[in-house]
């Protein structure tokens, strides 16, 4: 089980404002944040995520999160979030028959271009 993940970015004020808008939907709030970095938790098991000011002279690889929504209207709404928050289309909210009979699930991509997901899997 994990119990926290980093995204390092290299616009960290445009990263951090994105998360906040698209994990509200799913229940995450801000908790602690330092100089060049903020966290999100769930509120409930601990589980968080970190967005991190990447060290000068890096660039960050892309990487592709999932996050659990407890229902339909939670993906639609973290959805409509990433696009009003600058992320950009990468899959609007719907079933994904090739991934399992119950998955549904929307994709964004940040505006660092990492590929986000919100799904449920009933």
């Known amino acids: 089980m994990i119990n926290h993940i980093g995204v390092y970015t290299l616009n960290f004020d445009t990263e951090k404002a994105f998360y906040q808008a698209v994990l509200a939907p799913l229940g995450y709030v801000q908790g602690a944040e330092f100089p060049g970095a903020v966290m999100f938790s769930d509120g409930k098991d601990g589980d ?66 990492n590929n986000i997901e919100a799904v449920i899997n009933k």
């Not at 009003?84 to 990468?90: E, F, I, T, Y």
């Open 48 to 113: 968080s995520v970190w967005i991190e000011a990447a060290k000068e002279g890096t660039t960050p690889s892309p990487i592709h999160l999932a996050f659990a929504a407890q229902d339909e209207e939670a993906v639609k709404a973290f959805y409509e979030a990433g696009l009003k928050a600058g992320g950009s289309d990468n899959g609007a909210p719907g079933p994904r028959p090739n991934y399992g009979p119950n998955y549904y699930a929307a994709f964004v991509h940040d505006p660092d271009g």
